[in-house]
């Protein structure tokens, strides 16, 4: 996401307009008939004010059209005011009071993209692919995403109980939470088995400088160099790009993150990375899930395209698109889409996603094989990865694949909570031995 401010005078709105009626020769077939369409849209408004049933507010009638401009669009550009403008800041900003769930809309349905790490939702059992139905027994079908959004949010301490269908079971079941500040705390690390984790969780404010810092922490506590890092983005929803490409520089020397493209051929932006890895060319291992969306998979795509990590886990959420944050009052924004994202090989992350190296399905959890999978293809109006290219046919993700036989049952006898994360530190166990020996043999 990029933030602009760009509150534009009346005046100049004025003199917009005016300079509007003096086209170019070549455009005035295509002005007169932009001309006919806002005369139309003119007269249907004064008709609603003059005879619909009751009293209507001009400022709803506007902000109603305005959504549905935007609306016909795409799922991410909107017009927010007031106190979702504020929310939008917050949000940007790290911290706001809820439940701590990403979601979406799938044929006027609210669903779970993913749910927040440590937040109420998660702790409480929400999963992503989940569909909200009810929150305190008011059907939600039907509701704008805003309104939805809007009614699960409130004062921290106060329960909320929402009604779940989640796909492969019979019935739709009730879950309680009480809300809380969300306080998005972006990393937290450990260092497991020799193995430097950093679990970074959302892309605001300050995400570059928390890893940076987690990576000196790392170090400190296992006296030095790691046998290798592993950077969990696991149902990370994206956040600020800046932030993408400062995360990114910290494990890259030299080369291109990413680049987004406009609307036009040269309507092109590229960012690179400067000379310095801060992991020395340490093993890396990025987890991604079906969860994992916008700046996460700008990251993932850096790595992966430069050969400086291996990407584990499932196919990324897909969303290749770059909103730009337009404030047009003190508590007005429109956010609109206006380029699409790329990796360094020139592949769109949008719609189609970063595909891992190496697929492992999450078997330690029991609902993984019956939860369909929910992505940015599957949302209505979403752009195609570029013009004339049609969307990536996406397979499963190691469902098939004869070395995961395991159940979520013999795994809890095992004492293994998080398969995904277990098999990627066996990864990096077996990488250091193979080096050992390799460094041995040399010798000999």
Do not use: C
């Not at 595909?355 to 599957?378: G, K």
């Not at 995904?420 to 010798?443: C, D, F, I, N, P």
Request: without cysteine; hydrophobic residues 40%; negative net charge.
């Amino acid at each position: 996401m990029k933030l602009k401010n760009l509150a534009i005078p009346a005046a100049a709105l004025a003199g917009a307009a005016a300079m509007a009626i003096l086209p170019g020769q070549g455009a005035v077939a295509q002005d007169q008939d932009t001309y006919r369409e806002l005369e139309n849209f003119l007269t249907v408004f004064e008709r609603i004010r003059a005879n619909y049933v009751e009293e209507v507010d001009d400022h709803e009638l506007i902000k109603g059209a305005i959504d549905g401009m935007l609306s016909s669009l795409d799922p991410h550009s909107a017009y927010v005011e007031a106190s979702d403008f504020q929310t939008m800041r917050l949000t940007t900003d790290g911290n706001y009071g809820g439940l701590g769930l990403t979601v979406s809309m799938r044929d006027g349905a609210v669903v779970v993209i993913a749910p927040t790490e440590d937040t109420p939702a998660d702790k409480a059992g929400v999963k992503a692919g989940d569909y909200i139905t009810h929150l305190n027994g008011d059907l939600l079908f039907g509701m704008s995403l805003d309104e939805s959004v809007d009614m699960m949010r409130g004062e921290p301490g106060t329960t909320v109980t929402i009604t779940i269908v989640r796909p492969g079971r019979d019935k739709p079941f009730d879950v309680e939470i009480t809300r809380d500040i969300i306080d998005l705390r972006p990393v937290k690390w450990e260092v497991t088995d020799g193995v430097g984790i950093i679990n970074l969780n959302r892309f605001s404010a300050n995400a570059g400088a928390e890893v940076a810092e987690a990576i000196r922490g790392i170090e400190k506590a296992h006296g030095g160099r790691p046998r290798g890092y592993i950077l969990d983005m696991r149902s990370n929803p994206g956040g600020l790009l800046d932030q993408a490409i400062e995360v990114s520089d910290l494990f890259l020397e030299s080369g291109e993150i990413v680049s987004e493209r406009g609307r036009r051929k040269d309507d092109i932006e590229r960012f690179y990375a400067t000379k310095g890895d801060l992991t020395e060319g340490a093993p890396i291992i990025v987890l991604q899930d079906a969860g994992s969306a916008s700046a996460s998979e700008i990251v993932a795509g850096a790595l992966q395209d430069h050969r400086r990590a291996v990407v584990m886990g499932e196919t990324s959420f897909g969303k290749g698109s770059v909103q730009t944050v337009i404030q047009t009052g003190p508590e007005a924004a429109l956010r609109l889409t206006t380029a699409r994202y790329y990796t360094p090989s020139g592949k769109s992350v949008q719609a189609g996603g970063i595909e891992p190296d190496i697929a492992v399905p999450q078997l330690s959890d029991p609902d993984w094989f019956d939860r369909p999978v929910f992505r940015e293809a599957d949302l209505r109006r979403h752009l195609v990865a570029q013009e004339g290219v049609e969307d990536a046919v996406l397979e499963e993700d190691g469902t098939d694949d004869p070395r995961f036989t395991e159940t979520a049952e013999s795994l809890e006898e095992k004492g293994i909570e998080d398969y995904q994360l277990h098999y990627a530190l066996k990864t990096l166990e077996r990488v250091a031995m193979a080096t050992t020996s390799g460094t041995a043999g040399g010798r000999n």
